[in-house]
């Protein structure tokens, strides 16, 4: 039974039983910080088994794309070596919220597995374990479904711990948890291995082929377990898993799905197709955890998901490469697996351009790194070393890009042990330089406990204040005097605190005879605002009135770019696809910058539509309101929220008429038309899948087109065109000049005929070889290695180097006739040259060019050509 008729017959069978089917969620949880990627079927419905969300029905079903490679969750070291293990996987479940509980769980999985109808598993190849304790559990299988008593292990505390258990699932240290009942499948005594519980369990004859957890008890702080209300289900089926049984095989690679991946993999790396090559299984579970990462937003990257993304990536390269493929390779299974996979998960199929493109330009770049990268590695581990020093592992992490991971995954291979004592110990040291590095924020560097800033800068420009802190070189004080620069904490204030991209305001704090001017706002923690600046005159003191004034011409331009920079994240979508996601952005007074995920360069046509687009909401005149909302409510309403913030239980949703709904915190126009006009001013790449744009709104949008406008005017007539008929003069002198070019290059050409005629008399015989060296007078590269080709026509055996100087440069070419390049190598001659010159250079053997900034060192450098010759 192939592995897509499996999985329509799961979600066929749990919909005959009234569950709801629910599409895999992506494998980015939304609104879960606690894990990094979607790891079991559960993750969707957290929330309903929590109690903090509410379905319109009581069972689902569904099949759940995951993904185990970072943090708790990670099988990435065994994926390949093992017949199971993978980083991606599709796992098949249903769900009962506060409905059926253990008795139908487990007579429904029976049926599902034994019935002829459905999966017709021969019984007496299944086995059942449960949690010690649980006799319900244990009656159910016995004297319900039928089970034979020695077909039914129960498994204790087994992890060391009350209730740590193979058979004790929790959510967590405290809340929702149960026991859990896992049904195997017995692959028979050919296969090594012995039944759950037993010492030989770790064996592959018994494989765990479902997961019936029953929710039944909240756990406390002090470890007591309370009844729930609502018993719940949440159970979990390898697809992979349970395709290995009904496909009659071994291994999950062996299944039609994967064996067609392994099988291109074989093809684009040039090897013989096997099952027993893991490098092979590598690259095939590796493809479809990249592009299933990518498919759902995520782009190769140096911090979180996407540096898990790089690192799959990476390794599987590294495995091509183990192969002897040293050119591109993963990115072409990208078409293979949208074959394989494309039915059930279209977005392969719709993204597949988008999918190779990501994956093929970080290819590109790792594989140009890799061959130097794996050449230190070797030479670090010559002589039979059995550890590799912490120095080494991390000189190939922060200059060749090898994950500390990977490096590992190298050793493990040829029994040698990584220094991460002295890896970790390089990394804090290279993280430290690097903080010190960064931009100073006094704000950031003070100590404050007391209460928060009210900010009131929504509606007013303006607030009256006390001072709560004061601080001077980062420590609290009571009193700054005129002249000093510090940090001002307040009760309140209508001065936004840098965030969300958008700058942090500038103004003034005045009381009588003081004046304090703001150069910067920073938050100091969440909800407490530091005002940087210097004092001007007067002084302040803890407990002082003030009032704090922004400088409303600022924060008015900034609320235009902010704005203008949710349409833009709209367009960019509506343009582009809804694959762009947003990661990062700046906004302040002069213009918006914002960086956001895409693979190829935004083309002129697409920047003039996303352009168009922003400047027609802006033309339609929409209110802006801002609405607080529960952060689930938000997000369910369509709100999106932002790369790299963090949000509270209540967040602010910013929308603009039905174009833009975000979440967020920042200041903006009462409507679209506030912003005025929006000009994008460039675009381009910023990091491997990251575009940026960059654009300005109001009068400064104005501005631009004012300054462009002039430029376009003054070109005009530099050139001596018509008004109107700029582009067209433009092509007659580029035609004019390509004439000219080639009526150039016809001269340089005949000069260096005749300069080769008269050069030709000056070389001198050194040991059987002809020896010219000379300088030419106002010739370029060309010239020179056109002179450099005929001179070796004429001369036959010879060694010739020819420079000029031209703006103070100088410019070297070397040439060898074939039958000398054995002793006399162009590459070497021309730096022996060019290190008297202040210069360096290379090439090929026959052929090689260099320069240098000394002209005074020429003369004397080419005149040691013949000797340097004779040495040789």
Same mark, same amino acid.
């Given at each position: 039974?192939?592995?897509?008729?499996?999985r329509?017959k799961?979600?066929?069978f749990?919909?005959?039983?009234?569950?709801?089917?629910?599409?895999?969620?992506p494998?980015?949880?939304?609104?879960?910080?606690?894990?990094?990627?979607?790891?079991?079927?559960?993750?969707?419905?957290?929330?309903?088994?929590l109690?903090?969300?509410?379905?319109?029905?009581?069972?689902?079903?569904?099949?759940?794309?995951?993904?185990?490679?970072?943090?708790?969750?990670?099988?990435?070291?065994?994926?390949?070596?093992?017949?199971?293990?993978h980083?991606?996987?599709?796992?098949?479940?249903?769900?009962?919220f506060?409905?059926?509980?253990?008795?139908?769980?487990?007579?429904?999985?029976?049926?599902?597995?034994t019935?002829p109808?459905?999966?017709?598993i021969?019984?007496?190849?299944?086995?059942?374990?449960?949690?010690?304790?649980?006799?319900?559990?244990y009656?159910?299988?016995?004297?319900?479904?039928?089970?034979?008593?020695?077909k039914?292990?129960?498994i204790?505390?087994?992890?060391g711990?009350?209730?740590?258990?193979?058979?004790?699932?929790?959510?967590?240290?405290?809340?929702?948890?149960?026991?859990?009942?896992?049904?195997?499948?017995?692959?028979?005594?050919?296969?090594?291995?012995?039944?759950?519980?037993?010492?030989?369990?770790?064996?592959?004859?018994?494989?765990?082929?479902?997961?019936?957890?029953?929710?039944q008890?909240?756990?406390d702080e002090s470890?007591?377990?309370?009844?729930?209300p609502?018993?719940s289900?949440?159970?979990?089926?390898?697809?992979?898993?349970?395709?290995?049984?009904?496909?009659?095989?071994k291994?999950?690679y062996?299944?039609?799905?994967?064996?067609?991946?392994?099988?291109?993999?074989?093809?684009?790396?040039?090897?013989p197709?096997?099952?027993?090559?893991?490098?092979?299984?590598?690259?095939a579970?590796h493809?479809?955890?990249?592009?299933?990462?990518?498919?759902?937003?995520?782009?190769?990257?140096?911090?979180g998901?996407?540096?898990v993304?790089?690192?799959?990536?990476?390794?599987?390269?590294?495995?091509g490469y183990k192969?002897?493929?040293?050119g591109?390779?993963?990115?072409?299974?990208?078409?293979?697996?949208?074959?394989?996979?494309?039915?059930?998960?279209?977005q392969?199929v719709?993204?597949?351009?988008?999918i190779?493109?990501a994956?093929?330009?970080?290819?590109e770049?790792?594989?140009?790194?890799?061959?130097?990268?794996?050449?230190?590695?070797?030479?670090?581990?010559?002589?039979?070393?059995?550890v590799l020093?912490?120095?080494?592992?991390?000189?190939?992490?922060s200059?060749?890009?090898?994950?500390?991971?990977?490096?590992?995954?190298?050793?493990?291979?040829?029994?040698?042990?990584?220094?991460?004592?002295?890896?970790?110990k390089?990394?804090?040291?290279?993280?430290?330089?690097?903080?010190?590095?960064?931009?100073?924020?006094?704000?950031?560097?003070? %100590?404050?406990?007391g209460? +928060?800033? @009210?900010?009131?800068?929504?509606?007013? $420009?303006s607030?009256n #204040? /006390?001072?709560? &802190? *004061?601080?001077?070189?980062?420590?609290a004080?009571?009193?700054?005097?005129?002249?000093?620069?510090g940090?001002v904490?307040?009760d309140?204030?209508?001065?936004?605190?840098?965030?969300?991209?958008?700058?942090?305001?500038?103004g003034?704090?005045?009381?009588?005879?003081?004046?304090?001017?703001?150069?910067?706002?920073?938050?100091v923690?969440?909800a407490?605002?530091?005002?940087?600046?210097?004092?001007?005159?007067?002084s302040?003191?803890?407990?002082?009135?003030?009032?704090?004034?922004?400088?409303?011409s600022?924060?008015?331009?900034t609320?235009?770019n902010?704005?203008?920079?949710?349409?833009?994240?709209?367009a960019?979508?509506?343009?582009?696809?809804?694959?762009?996601?947003?990661?990062?952005?700046?906004?302040?007074? %002069?213009r918006t910058?914002? +960086?956001? @995920?895409?693979?190829q360069?935004?083309? $002129?046509?697409?920047? #003039? /539509?996303?352009? &168009? *687009?922003?400047?027609?909401?802006?033309?339609?005149?929409?209110?802006?309101?801002?609405?607080?909302?529960?952060?689930?409510d938000a997000?369910k309403?369509?709100?999106?929220?932002?790369?790299?913030?963090?949000?509270?239980?209540?967040?602010?949703?910013?929308?603009?008429?039905?174009?833009?709904?975000?979440?967020?915190?920042g200041?903006?126009?009462?409507?679209?038309?506030?912003?005025?006009?929006?000009?994008?001013?460039?675009?381009?790449?910023?990091?491997?899948?990251i575009?940026?744009?960059?654009?300005?709104?109001?009068?400064?949008a104005?501005?631009?087109?004012?300054?462009?406008?002039?430029?376009?005017?003054?070109a005009?007539?530099f050139?001596?065109?018509?008004?109107?008929?700029?582009?067209?003069?433009?092509?007659k002198?580029h035609?004019?000049?390509?004439?000219?070019?080639?009526?150039?290059?016809k001269l340089?050409?005949?000069?260096?005929a005749? &300069?080769?005629?008269s050069?030709?008399?000056?070389?001198?015989?050194v040991?059987?070889?002809?020896?010219?060296?000379?300088?030419?007078?106002?010739?370029?590269?060309n010239?020179?290695?056109?002179m450099?080709?005929k001179?070796?026509?004429?001369?036959?055996?010879?060694?010739i180097v020819?420079?000029?100087?031209?703006?103070?440069?100088?410019?070297?070419?070397?040439?060898?006739?074939?039958?000398?390049?054995g002793?006399?190598?162009?590459?070497?001659?021309?730096?022996?040259?060019a290190?008297?010159?202040g210069?360096?250079?290379?090439?090929?053997?026959?052929?090689?060019?260099?320069?240098?900034?000394?002209?005074?060192g020429?003369?004397?450098?080419?005149?040691?050509?013949?000797?340097?010759?004779r040495?040789?």
């Amino acid at each position: 039974m192939r592995t897509t008729e499996i999985r329509q017959k799961f979600l066929a069978f749990f919909e005959s039983k009234g569950h709801q089917v629910v599409a895999s969620s992506p494998l980015v949880p939304g609104n879960d910080p606690t894990i990094m990627f979607t790891v079991a079927g559960m993750v969707q419905f957290k929330d309903v088994f929590l109690g903090f969300d509410k379905r319109a029905y009581s069972r689902a079903a569904t099949s759940q794309k995951c993904l185990r490679a970072g943090g708790k969750h990670n099988d990435l070291e065994n994926v390949g070596y093992t017949a199971r293990h993978h980083t991606f996987f599709e796992m098949l479940g249903n769900f009962s919220f506060g409905d059926y509980f253990k008795r139908d769980a487990i007579v429904y999985a029976w049926e599902f597995l034994t019935s002829p109808e459905w999966m017709g598993i021969p019984k007496e190849k299944l086995m059942a374990t449960v949690y010690a304790s649980d006799d319900e559990a244990y009656d159910i299988w016995h004297t319900v479904v039928g089970l034979p008593a020695d077909k039914i292990v129960r498994i204790g505390d087994n992890k060391g711990a009350p209730y740590a258990s193979d058979n004790f699932w929790a959510m967590g240290d405290t809340g929702p948890c149960g026991p859990c009942s896992e049904i195997f499948y017995d692959h028979g005594p050919s296969v090594a291995g012995g039944p759950p519980g037993s010492p030989d369990e770790d064996g592959d004859r018994f494989m765990e082929i479902w997961n019936n957890v029953f929710m039944q008890f909240n756990r406390d702080e002090s470890g007591t377990l309370h009844p729930l209300p609502k018993p719940s289900v949440d159970t979990g089926m390898g697809l992979e898993r349970i395709s290995t049984v009904l496909q009659g095989v071994k291994s999950n690679y062996e299944t039609d799905i994967l064996a067609e991946l392994v099988k291109a993999a074989a093809r684009e790396t040039g090897v013989p197709y096997t099952q027993d090559q893991p490098s092979l299984k590598v690259i095939a579970d590796h493809i479809r955890a990249c592009a299933f990462l990518v498919a759902d937003g995520v782009m190769p990257s140096n911090e979180g998901r996407g540096y898990v993304l790089r690192r799959i990536i990476r390794r599987a390269i590294r495995h091509g490469y183990k192969l002897g493929q040293k050119g591109l390779f993963f990115s072409k299974l990208v078409a293979d697996l949208a074959r394989v996979m494309g039915d059930a998960y279209p977005q392969l199929v719709e993204g597949q351009a988008r999918i190779t493109a990501a994956l093929k330009a970080e290819e590109e770049q790792f594989s140009r790194t890799l061959e130097t990268g794996m050449s230190l590695l070797d030479k670090a581990l010559e002589g039979g070393k059995t550890v590799l020093d912490g120095k080494t592992a991390f000189l190939l992490h922060s200059t060749y890009g090898f994950p500390i991971d990977l490096t590992a995954d190298v050793c493990r291979e040829r029994n040698v042990q990584v220094d991460m004592a002295g890896y970790e110990k390089e990394l804090a040291e290279e993280q430290e330089r690097g903080r010190a590095a960064g931009k100073f924020n006094a704000a950031a560097n003070v %100590e404050y406990s007391g209460a +928060d800033t @009210a900010f009131e800068g929504y509606d007013k $420009a303006s607030s009256n #204040a /006390k001072v709560l &802190a *004061l601080y001077k070189d980062g420590a609290a004080v009571t009193a700054l005097n005129a002249g000093d620069e510090g940090v001002v904490v307040l009760d309140n204030t209508a001065f936004y605190a840098e965030g969300g991209g958008q700058v942090g305001d500038t103004g003034t704090l005045t009381a009588a005879g003081t004046l304090f001017n703001v150069t910067d706002t920073q938050k100091v923690k969440a909800a407490v605002f530091g005002h940087q600046g210097t004092l001007a005159s007067g002084s302040l003191k803890i407990g002082d009135a003030v009032t704090a004034t922004i400088d409303t011409s600022k924060r008015i331009a900034t609320a235009r770019n902010h704005s203008a920079t949710h349409l833009l994240h709209a367009a960019l979508r509506a343009v582009l696809g809804t694959h762009v996601q947003q990661k990062g952005s700046l906004v302040n007074s %002069e213009r918006t910058r914002f +960086d956001f @995920a895409h693979t190829q360069a935004v083309t $002129a046509e697409e920047l #003039a /539509k996303i352009e &168009a *687009l922003v400047n027609r909401e802006i033309a339609l005149n929409h209110p802006v309101s801002a609405t607080i909302m529960k952060q689930d409510d938000a997000l369910k309403a369509g709100a999106m929220a932002l790369f790299g913030e963090k949000y509270g239980d209540e967040v602010r949703v910013l929308k603009m008429g039905e174009f833009s709904t975000e979440l967020c915190g920042g200041t903006h126009v009462q409507r679209t038309g506030d912003i005025g006009f929006f000009k994008i001013v460039s675009e381009g790449g910023v990091a491997a899948g990251i575009r940026r744009v960059e654009a300005v709104t109001g009068e400064g949008a104005v501005a631009f087109v004012q300054d462009m406008e002039r430029e376009i005017k003054s070109a005009t007539a530099f050139i001596g065109a018509q008004p109107g008929d700029l582009l067209g003069k433009l092509e007659k002198l580029h035609l004019e000049q390509k004439a000219l070019e080639k009526e150039l290059a016809k001269l340089k050409g005949k000069l260096a005929a005749s &300069a080769g005629d008269s050069l030709f008399e000056q070389a001198v015989d050194v040991n059987g070889v002809k020896v010219l060296a000379a300088q030419v007078d106002g010739a370029d590269n060309n010239a020179l290695r056109e002179m450099v080709d005929k001179l070796k026509d004429k001369l036959g055996s010879a060694a010739i180097v020819l420079a000029s100087v031209v703006d103070g440069k100088v410019a070297l070419v070397a040439g060898v006739t074939a039958d000398k390049t054995g002793s006399i190598k162009a590459g070497e001659l021309v730096n022996f040259v060019a290190q008297q010159v202040g210069g360096k250079g290379g090439g090929r053997p026959d052929m090689a060019m260099a320069g240098g900034t000394n002209p005074a060192g020429l003369a004397s450098a080419l005149a040691g050509v013949a000797d340097w010759v004779r040495s040789k």
